[in-house]
């Protein structure tokens, strides 16, 4: 990769900050509104589609999981791209798509629109979303990759704390539709500028490497350990127990998460549900930063696990819990683990595959995981049909978030893909 003549035009500001830091910040402004739009935004959609216009919920939670699989479907072709072109292209191109889907939105009038509508804005967030972001984090950070992660990726649950009141007031006093046309605005406003100025794919490209070393141009290239094909990333059974692990959680989560604005308004009134669905998003930012700052210095395969049961613990209270002190305890421990979760998938990837890998290998994890994830939602609005309420299915949801903990806490580091190859032609 080329060396740049000098560097971004924000290090003038502060020029001995490492600029991944200043990178990582650029990163969290864009998760702020890509992710706070394309996850916790979903949520109020769902909601917002069946009462105010009074689409059958079970075909609205449809649409919201053909979303999210098309979001997993989207995933290796996008992390193949990353790893080729870098990351910034894919989030160019990607701001424009899910703009233009979100008007879309706010403008259907059939349900079944939004099967064709919610698969062009999964594709938009695809592109645009934790992908690319944690890509670029990961080839900026090695020793202390976790702080990094965690604050490009604060501006997730603060997406969540400002956008779901702001769109839950704006689409009770004015419609959906005037919600999906500011967000659409919003995302273009705050994404373009900040990959285009703010952005860069890789510390070679301004002489350094990653945590800020500086390059010797006269030394060889520090080795950056193999590369893992999705080919090779599959034959292991660390991929396969991340799989399970993931699919198991997010199935959980995500369906929680879309629902979680219903389950809350079965016992307390729209603006308070909405309140506490903010206390989701305002317990990620403090557990995000916490658990960054030491994530780093612990086995992460284990810390994942743990946090896989304390959600757990959150679903059951979900379940059986009606006052508002236990609902917003509850919301709060959800958010302690959501982010965090969504934090460590990136990580653990990019720990046991290497970030010369980590957009393949990413990719094809989230064909799998957000496959899963986006069952979720139908799972858990089918069983409310059939059995007439929330509890039973986050019942299941617990059991299964539980499998989830003791498969994650059994993995270990995978072989080299070179090792691989070997044992298996011996």
Do not use: K
């Amino acid at each position: 990769m080329s060396v740049l003549s000098g560097p971004p035009p924000l290090q003038r500001f502060a020029p001995r900050v490492y600029y991944g830091w200043i990178l990582a910040v650029g990163a969290s402004l864009n998760s702020f509104v890509v992710v706070g739009i394309g996850f916790y935004a979903m949520a109020v959609f769902l909601d917002a589609l069946c009462t105010e216009r009074g689409w059958p919920r079970t075909s609205v939670s449809f649409a919201t999981t053909l979303y999210f699989v098309t979001t997993g479907l989207v995933g290796p072709f996008v992390g193949r791209g990353v790893d080729r072109t870098g990351p910034r292209l894919w989030i160019a191109l990607g701001a424009p798509v899910m703009a233009a889907a979100l008007v879309a939105i706010g403008r259907v009038d059939a349900p079944w629109q939004l099967w064709i509508v919610y698969p062009v804005l999964a594709i938009g967030f695809a592109m645009t979303g934790a992908l690319p972001a944690s890509a670029i984090v990961t080839r900026w950070f090695t020793a202390r990759r976790a702080v990094a992660m965690s604050i490009a990726q604060t501006g997730v649950s603060v997406g969540g704390v400002v956008l779901v009141p702001w769109v839950t007031a704006t689409i009770l006093a004015e419609g959906l539709g005037a919600a999906t046309l500011r967000l659409a605005a919003l995302l273009v406003v705050i994404v373009l500028p900040v990959t285009a100025f703010v952005l860069r794919d890789d510390p070679r490209q301004i002489g350094l490497a990653p945590d800020g070393v500086v390059l010797d141009p006269e030394a060889a290239p520090a080795s950056e350990g193999p590369v893992w094909t999705q080919h090779d990333a599959a034959r292991t059974a660390t991929f396969w127990r991340l799989v399970v692990a993931f699919s198991a959680i997010l199935f959980c989560q995500v369906g929680a998460a879309m629902h979680q604005v219903s389950v809350l308004r079965a016992h307390l009134a729209p603006e308070i549900a909405a309140l506490a669905f903010s206390t989701t998003a305002a317990g990620s930012i403090v557990a995000r930063l916490v658990v960054g700052s030491f994530a780093d210095r612990v086995n992460q395969r284990r810390l994942g696990a743990v946090l896989i049961g304390v959600q757990a613990g959150a679903l059951a209270t979900f379940a059986y819990a009606e006052s508002a002190p236990a609902l917003f305890l509850a919301s709060a421990c959800f958010g302690f683990t959501i982010g965090n979760l969504f934090m460590l998938q990136s990580l653990l990837v990019a720990d046991l595959f290497g970030p010369r890998s980590f957009g393949s290998v990413f990719g094809l994890l989230q064909l799998l995981t957000q496959t899963a994830s986006g069952f979720g939602p139908l799972a858990l609005g089918a069983l409310h049909a059939w059995l007439g309420g929330y509890r039973p299915g986050l019942a299941v949801l617990v059991a299964i978030a539980t499998g989830a903990a003791i498969v994650l806490y059994g993995a270990r580091p995978p072989t080299s893909p070179e090792r691989s190859l070997v044992q298996a032609t011996a």
